[in-house]
């Protein structure tokens, strides 16, 4: 069994960055595929951020070159650095943990963008 816990939304501006923090409680954190979804108001979720065992990540189209996935398997924790923030960014910020059969999510972490 794994919780995720995520931190770091917020209020911000066009043009600013924030970093989100996905901790993982349970063992194993180091063999899960952990990636960072999103959801706006009346849109389906979609794939932000993936980051593989092995370190190797992929982005959504419209967060590549914006976005940076990273995670520290010591601290048991993903994070999603997020530069040049849109409007079109606004949502809720979901962490994902994926093993086999075994998927988990987080509760989730508000990001709005206004200027």
């Known amino acids: 069994q794994v919780q995720l816990v995520e931190s770091g939304g917020g209020l911000v501006q066009p043009g600013d960055s924030l970093r989100l923090s996905c901790a993982a409680s349970g063992s194993g954190f180091r063999l899960y595929h952990m990636a960072w979804y999103r959801q706006a108001p009346g849109k389906e979720r979609e794939m932000v951020a993936g980051?593989?065992?092995?370190?190797?990540?992929d982005y959504g189209t419209s967060v590549k070159g914006r976005f940076t996935v990273s995670r520290d398997n010591a601290k048991s924790t993903v994070y999603l650095q997020m530069n040049n923030l849109k409007l079109e960014d606004t949502a809720v910020y979901y962490c994902n943990a994926k093993l086999m059969s075994e998927d988990y999510w987080g509760q989730g972490t508000q990001v709005t963008v206004s200027s």
């Open positions: 980051i593989t065992t092995g370190g190797s990540s």
